[in-house]
């Protein structure tokens, strides 16, 4: 039995799309966790996107060792607004691949994963066939320690390092280039009766924290994020609140707050359908109701 397990594990291909801009600090670290697996990548392509820095030259040299390693450069915007410019990114690279794969993974280019990050991401996946998402949690250093990035609760995995099982990213339509991408795809995935799977055993540094890129016009972007989830007033003000606290930035609030109303007076395009909205509204108030009582 133990044999038929490793051996059909082997067989669960997963490819690794990696943007990065100006990530030469950081990118030999995570490729070099990358090919220390101990279930190895089928493939992995790292998007060199309009990066200024020595990112292409570092990576090549891991292309040279590795031929399952690729890369395609990619020019974009120089700014760095979240979610747009990441996504866009992702999806020149998976352009670039072919569907010979049972799981996608989105990474980041400044993170180290431990050895059994991916064996047991495949195993949680070959354990039960409802679950669509997958992943650990990031860490960042503190005063000479690694302790977890709390910036979301732990039922939610972060953008940094999110693995989808092929079939569930393909009904979830692929990761929208917006903010608020990495909430929609986990609130679709629940739509479609996906299970999302986070492990708190797996601890992945997390070498830049989140946000260290965003420019002071991104600040109403988290509000404007919330109104195109279909969330609603209500709980795009408790959930803003909530966010900022966690960031200890109360003011952030009010930008969230401004951004939701902005983006409602705009009309601007929500993610999901007027039926993944009402199901979203109603799965977030039910969340909240079992917070309360727990």
Same mark, same amino acid.
């Given at each position: 039995?133990?044999?038929?397990?490793?051996?059909?594990?082997?067989?669960?291909?997963?490819?690794? $799309?990696?943007?990065? @801009?100006?990530?030469?600090?950081?990118?030999?670290?995570?490729?070099?966790?990358?090919?220390?697996?101990?279930?190895?990548?089928?493939?992995?392509?790292?998007? %060199?996107?309009?990066?200024?820095?020595?990112?292409? +030259?570092? $990576?090549?040299?891991?292309?040279?060792?590795?031929?399952?390693?690729?890369? $395609?450069?990619?020019?974009?915007?120089?700014?760095? =607004?979240?979610?747009?410019?990441?996504?866009?990114?992702?999806?020149?690279?998976?352009?670039?691949?072919?569907?010979?794969?049972?799981?996608?993974?989105?990474?980041?280019?400044? =993170? #180290?994963?431990?050895?059994?990050?991916?064996?047991?991401?495949? %195993?949680?996946?070959?354990?039960?066939?409802?679950? *669509?998402?997958?992943?650990?949690?990031? /860490?960042?250093?503190?005063?000479?320690?690694?302790?977890?990035?709390?910036?979301?609760?732990?039922? @939610?995995?972060?953008?940094?390092?999110?693995?989808? &099982?092929?079939?569930?990213?393909?009904?979830? *339509?692929?990761? &929208?280039?917006?903010?608020?991408?990495?909430?929609?795809?986990?609130?679709?995935?629940?739509? /479609?009766?996906?299970?999302?799977?986070?492990?708190?055993?797996?601890?992945?540094?997390?070498?830049?924290? +989140?946000?260290?890129?965003?420019?002071?016009?991104?600040?109403?972007?988290?509000?404007?994020?919330?109104?195109?989830?279909?969330? *609603?007033?209500?709980?795009?003000? #408790?959930?803003? =609140?909530?966010?900022?606290?966690?960031? *200890?930035?109360?003011?952030?609030?009010?930008? /969230?707050?401004?951004?939701?109303?902005?983006?409602?007076?705009?009309?601007?395009?929500?993610?999901?359908?007027?039926?993944?909205?009402?199901? #979203?509204?109603?799965? &977030?108030?039910?969340?909240?109701?079992?917070?309360?009582?727990?």
């Amino acid at each position: 039995m133990f044999i038929f397990v490793e051996n059909y594990q082997n067989q669960m291909n997963y490819y690794v $799309v990696i943007p990065a @801009h100006n990530e030469a600090q950081h990118i030999a670290l995570t490729l070099e966790s990358l090919v220390k697996q101990s279930v190895l990548p089928t493939k992995v392509v790292v998007v %060199n996107d309009n990066s200024t820095d020595k990112t292409e +030259t570092i $990576v090549n040299s891991f292309i040279d060792k590795y031929n399952w390693i690729s890369i $395609v450069n990619n020019s974009s915007e120089a700014k760095h =607004l979240p979610g747009s410019k990441v996504i866009l990114a992702f999806n020149k690279g998976l352009e670039t691949l072919d569907q010979n794969f049972d799981i996608i993974v989105k990474a980041d280019a400044d =993170l #180290i994963f431990p050895e059994n990050y991916f064996e047991t991401i495949i %195993n949680h996946f070959q354990t039960d066939t409802q679950i *669509g998402m997958a992943g650990g949690f990031c /860490y960042i250093e503190k005063n000479g320690e690694w302790i977890l990035e709390n910036l979301t609760d732990k039922d @939610h995995i972060r953008g940094a390092l999110k693995a989808y &099982r092929k079939e569930c990213f393909e009904q979830i *339509g692929g990761l &929208r280039t917006a903010m608020g991408w990495d909430t929609v795809d986990e609130l679709l995935c629940k739509f /479609y009766n996906w299970k999302v799977k986070t492990d708190e055993t797996l601890q992945v540094k997390h070498l830049k924290p +989140t946000g260290a890129n965003y420019n002071k016009a991104s600040r109403y972007k988290q509000g404007e994020a919330f109104y195109t989830l279909g969330y *609603g007033f209500w709980i795009t003000a #408790i959930a803003s =609140l909530k966010l900022a606290l966690r960031k *200890g930035k109360p003011f952030l609030f009010i930008d /969230y707050i401004k951004g939701f109303w902005k983006a409602k007076s705009n009309k601007k395009q929500l993610l999901v359908t007027d039926e993944q909205a009402k199901f #979203i509204r109603n799965y &977030r108030w039910k969340k909240m109701k079992e917070k309360i009582l727990n």
